[in-house]
């Protein structure tokens, strides 16, 4: 049983940063590969990066060079760093385990909002 906490949304202008922070409440957040996902009114929810137990990451095409995913096992955490904002970017970002269907996965939180004005 883990619960995972998202925060650090906002509203900024395009061009802007964000960073996002997720805190979960086991210790067997270390054993575990990580993701950010985000999702829009009217869409489904889409990975937008994942990191591995072992520091391992990758990105969704269009985020590439803009964002930064890193992770703290010490302290339960991991972070969404996201630069050069754009339009776009605005929807609800959720940290969740890197998994294959996540749009069959039934356990979310809330979320933290993102929003980029032009």
């Known amino acids: 049983q883990v619960q995972l906490v998202e925060s650090g949304g906002g509203l900024v202008q395009a061009g802007g940063s964000l960073r996002l922070s997720c805190v979960a409440s086991?210790?067997?957040?270390?054993?575990?590969?990580m993701g950010w996902y985000r999702q829009t009114p009217g869409k489904q929810r889409e990975l937008v990066a994942s990191i591995t137990s072992g520091g391992t990451t990758s990105y969704k095409d269009s985020v590439k060079g803009r964002f930064s995913i890193s992770r703290d096992n010490a302290k339960n955490t991991m972070y969404l760093h996201m630069n050069s904002l754009k339009p776009e970017d605005t929807a609800v970002y959720y940290c969740?385990?890197?998994?294959?269907?996540?749009?069959?996965?039934?356990?979310w939180g809330q979320g933290t909002q993102v929003t980029v004005s032009i």
């Open positions: 969740n385990f890197h998994m294959r269907y996540p749009e069959s996965y039934p356990s």
């Open positions: 086991g210790s067997i957040f270390r054993l575990n590969a």
